[in-house]
């Protein structure tokens, strides 16, 4: 359902971009990353609709960070900046089931997530 790729290594300071192509693409698409040994957390998320759908970022990268999709193309990407080493994660590209809507604070809440890619893995260097 999802394909992403653009993951590698870095070192601190560069930049890397992702890209996910989803083949069912409605309402919100988001990023999470998960690290060793923590929890797989939301990073960024697009709404399809950018006229009523927010763009969202956690803190810890805000102004870092950038997401954006080309919509004719059916495409999403995640533009890292700034690379720090606890960047290190594998990234994953998520999207809802067409048809059903949440409440925008739960953006990034992982349950309501039906579709997911295989994860591509990014590693910083200090």
């Known amino acids: 359902q999802l394909w992403e790729s653009g993951g590698g290594s870095a070192q601190a300071g560069g930049t890397l971009t992702l890209s996910c192509i989803p083949s069912?693409?409605?309402?919100?698409l988001t990023w999470f990353r998960q690290a060793p040994g923590k929890e797989r957390e939301a990073i960024a998320s697009?709404?399809?609709?950018?006229?009523?759908?927010?763009?969202y970022y956690v803190d810890s990268v805000k102004g870092r960070f950038t997401i954006s999709q080309d919509v004719e193309k059916n495409t999403m990407a995640l533009q890292m900046d700034n690379l720090k080493p606890e960047d290190t994660a594998v990234y994953y590209c998520?999207?809802?089931?067409?048809?059903?809507?949440?409440?925008?604070?739960?953006?990034?809440?992982?349950?309501?997530?039906?579709?997911w890619g295989q994860g591509t893995q990014v590693t910083v260097s200090s």
């Open positions: 998520a999207a809802r089931r067409p048809g059903i809507s949440y409440e925008e604070r739960r953006w990034g809440d992982r349950s309501t997530y039906d579709y």
């Open positions: 697009i709404h399809k609709n950018i006229r009523t759908g927010r763009t």
């Open positions: 069912r693409y409605t309402g919100r």
